[in-house]
């Protein structure tokens, strides 16, 4: 079964760390690109960090310096390790994969899949 399930949200306090988990299952998870979002009440998601499928990572301005974005390739999942969490930061981190693998010997798919999210809430 293709899935991504997130953990590792909850309560903060502001100044304190977190460190967010997705487990990838039924994709060729090393043919992936992966990427945390996060998104606000009413508002659109938005780019976090990603990693591409060479390991390659890269994070959004707002946040360079406080968190890193990792991956496991043995274990299927990828991590987003958050220090210095502020009260901005609360919002529902979303786990997000895409690529193109090998579907049979002579095709191949196209995949882009989300987890459900977590929420993380930073408040004293």
């Known amino acids: 079964q293709v899935q991504l399930v997130e953990s590792g949200g909850g309560l903060v306090q502001p100044g304190g760390s977190l460190r967010l988990s997705c487990a990838v299952t039924g994709i060729n998870f090393s043919m992936y690109a992966m990427g945390w979002y996060r998104q606000y009440p009413g508002k659109q998601r938005d780019l976090v960090a990603t990693i591409t499928h060479t390991r390659s990572s890269t994070n959004a301005d707002s946040v360079k310096g406080r968190l890193t974005i990792s991956t496991d390739n043995d274990k299927n999942s990828v991590d987003l390790q958050i220090n210095t969490l502020t009260t901005e930061d609360t919002a529902v981190y979303c786990c997000?994969?895409?690529?193109?693998?090998?579907?049979?010997?002579?095709?191949?798919?196209?995949?882009?899949?989300w987890g459900q999210g977590t929420l993380v809430t930073v408040s004293s």
């Open positions: 997000h994969a895409e690529g193109i693998e090998a579907e049979t010997a002579t095709t191949e798919r196209y995949l882009e899949l």
